[in-house]
């Protein structure tokens, strides 16, 4: 499949090379060479040929809405809402106002801590993986395991403990997890925890390091 979208590049630039003056034709050409592109998932490219097709067409709206996924799967956010406003100016549907609602979401999260990946899992863990990730990772940056390391050192894995503690937190409590999920704010829900006593309750006490218990408090605001 992909040496077909492969084959469709390599047709449209031979194609582009025609009549380079007809700026219709060729936004087009442009066009329909990134949907390859991002087929292919270059995503990049993707992005620099539907450009070209809105330089040649500034009211080109398949290639803004082209565009606008390729900076979605390339993570850029910022940029995909940019063309999701130009899209629903262009066309104002209520398909094209829900496209608009859902790239502010996705910046919006693109925003916050990801705690699926602090934990190194999917956002499909199940709780027993949620679970078993919090105890590798904790184990890993537990500050007593760095006690003899550089203060930087020490600094950077303090962080990451009340990270991942901050993240057990949320992933594994249903409701915190499914307000995440969906974009909502968790401030409003007023939540404390320590960072220490999580740890305490998952593995029973603060032993096995030959550090002793943490001196200071790790505790978090969520």
Known sequence: MSGDYEQACRLYTEALEIDPFNRLTNAKLHCNRGTALAKLQRYDESIEDCTQAIELD?????????????YTEAEKYSEAVRDYEK???????????????????ALKKSQRKDYYKILGI???ASDDEIKKAYRKQAMSHH????????????KENEMQFKEIGEAYSVLSDRTKRNRYDNGQDLDD?????DA???????????????????????????
Not at 143 to 154: F, I, L, Q, T, V
Not at 189 to 193: D, K, L, P, R, T
Not at 198 to 222: D, P
Request: with cysteine; proline share 1%; net charge positive.
């Open 189 to 193: 829900m007023g939540m404390e925890f």
């Open 143 to 154: 500050p007593d395991r760095h006690s003899n390391a550089s203060e930087e050192e020490r």
């Open 196 to 222: 220490s006593s999580l740890f305490s309750q998952m593995f029973g006490g603060f032993g096995g390091f030959g550090g002793g218990a943490i001196g200071t408090s790790l505790c978090v605001y969520i």
């Open 122 to 124: 999917g956002k499909d």
């Open 58 to 70: 500034e009211n080109y709206l398949k290639a803004y809405q082209r565009r606008a996924k390729s």
């Open 87 to 105: 899209i629903f100016q262009l066309d104002r549907t209520r398909e094209n106002r829900q496209l608009l609602q859902d790239a502010k979401l």
